[in-house]
């Protein structure tokens, strides 16, 4: 059993369609505080990030911002955080979460959340990193994606093994349970 003690929550900076969202967000940072892990995330107050960062403190959890300058100087830090740092870059920002965390988990968002995601989920397929990652499937937010892998592998751009490679589900508790869990592939990436 793998011990997390920090994981990376990519989010959006918008709440999305009705409250669902922002349920999933809250649901996922109040069972991140429950278990003694401390969020790293953007930093900023707004979208699914703020909702997540408000559920993790107030259940009593550990919140560590990480936001670029330029965001700050637009007044997105969120004002409540346990520990903050603020970078130059976008990259930087992203480098510094994948030190900082044990474990990556994304909430439904845009096309910055998704960027974020797909390059740990690529980091993992390639060795640099060996840390579980976890879509939270939300009212069923990733469904299309993993129909996109589904035709990936359809297609022999990515062996079927890599499907898991990720885990997914809309329950915090059984996600969070899969990156605990969570076994890498051994399948090599490279098919002939």
């Known amino acids: 059993m793998r011990q997390i003690r920090t994981i990376a929550v990519f989010s959006g900076s918008n709440v999305g369609r009705g409250n669902a969202y922002k349920n999933a967000a809250a649901a996922l940072g109040t069972e991140i505080a429950r278990r003694g892990i401390t969020v790293v995330y953007g930093g900023t107050n707004m979208g699914l990030m703020g909702v997540l960062a408000d559920a993790a403190l107030a259940a009593g959890g550990m919140v560590h911002g990480v936001i670029t300058h330029r965001l ?11 520990r903050q740092e603020s ?18 988990v994304a909430l439904p968002g845009g096309i910055g959340t998704l960027e974020e995601f797909m390059e740990v989920w690529t ?30 592998i359809a297609e022999q751009f990515l062996p079927p093994a890599h499907r898991k490679g990720i885990v997914v589900d809309a329950d915090p508790v059984t996600l969070l349970d899969g990156l605990v869990h969570f076994e890498a592939v051994s399948v090599p990436k490279w098919m002939k």
């Open 87 to 104: 970078v130059s870059t976008m990259r930087e920002r992203k480098m510094r979460m994948a030190e900082l965390a044990d474990a990556f």
């Open 123 to 152: 980091l993992n397929q390639l060795g640099e990193i060996a840390k579980p990652a976890g879509l939270l499937d939300a009212m069923g937010f990733y469904q299309p994606l993993m129909g996109f892998i589904d035709h990936m």
């Open 72 to 82: 700050e100087a637009k007044g997105h830090l969120h004002p409540g955080l346990t």
